[in-house]
């Protein structure tokens, strides 16, 4: 190894930046070839170098995000689900929700793709550098539960306010108790105006107080949920089912 080649591997090791030995290496070769100038070949090496942080905190924060399995929009049928908009999705995905500390509610039947698109949002912020955490409505509300057994609620809440984006999917699934209605509301309280949610309902918001049993505090809560957020409304059969009552009518036909 050269002098040069040495000095390099020692600085990238000091700077904790261990792709740039051999991106300054590959890119040396291609900068002479091509007359680059040194900042055009400085700044291909810091890209190769943050675009391996990127993969591999990415990777790294899609499997602490805990989601139930990876999905991402390339994945998502639009041609079946053709109540909400490609265009309005894709804005989404670009994040800027997460600078503003906005919402995103998806409501629909089961089966419209709610679950798949909160967890591609989700996965995309991930990738792109953001700490998001993920469960269902009632798991939240168990793990809100143990912390406040434990005299740590207030800590929990503060704790899960530093990150960015905070997954809560299927609620109505499962109808509350008060004290997990209480907790729920703590959940949505605690980041108002200071950090995102993407929640997804089977229920409307005008089923919500038979979910929560409080129509004074569900008013109170979706105020707080959709004051600055994107709602979007999902209609029509269930993908799970795509192609199954053809087969069942089919297989009635046949008797």
């Known amino acids: 190894m ?12 000091a700077l904790k930046a261990p792709r740039v030995p051999e991106a300054a290496r590959v890119l040396a070769e291609r900068a002479r070839d091509e007359s680059w100038d040194y900042e055009a070949y400085l700044a291909a090496v810091l890209s190769e170098e943050v675009s ?7 990777q790294a924060r899609v499997k602490r995000a805990r989601f139930p399995q990876v999905k991402t929009l390339d994945d998502f049928d639009f041609t079946f689900q053709r109540s909400i908009k490609r265009q309005q999705i894709a804005h989404l995905a670009q994040l800027d929700f997460l600078a ?7 409501l629909g039947p089961p089966g419209t793709g709610k679950t798949h698109l909160a967890i591609a949002l989700g996965v995309q912020a ?4 953001h700490r998001v955490a993920f469960a269902t409505a009632h798991e939240w509300v168990l793990r809100l539960g143990e912390a406040k057994r434990a005299g740590r ?14 997954i809560c999917d299927e609620v109505g699934y499962i109808p509350f108790d008060p004290e997990a209605a209480a907790l729920f509301f703590a959940l949505v309280s605690s980041r108002y105006e200071r950090s995102s949610l993407i929640v997804s309902s089977n229920k409307t918001f005008s089923a919500w107080p038979e979910i929560f049993g409080d129509a004074v505090a569900v008013a109170a809560m979706v105020d707080r949920l959709v004051h600055h957020a994107e709602v979007i409304l999902l209609k029509g059969d269930s993908y799970r089912l795509k192609g199954k009552h053809k087969e069942v009518m089919g297989s009635e036909n046949t008797r």
Do not use: C, I, M, Q
Not at 52 to 58: D, V, W
Not at 126 to 129: P, S, T, V
């Open 100 to 106: 503003e500390a906005k919402n995103v509610v998806f």
């Open 153 to 166: 609620l207030d800590g929990e809440l503060e704790r899960l306010g530093r990150t960015p984006l905070v």
């Open 2 to 13: 050269s002098t040069v080649a040495s000095e390099v591997a020692y600085l990238s090791r």
């Open 126 to 129: 991930a990738r792109r550098g």
């Open 52 to 58: 391996s942080r990127e993969t591999h905190g990415g």
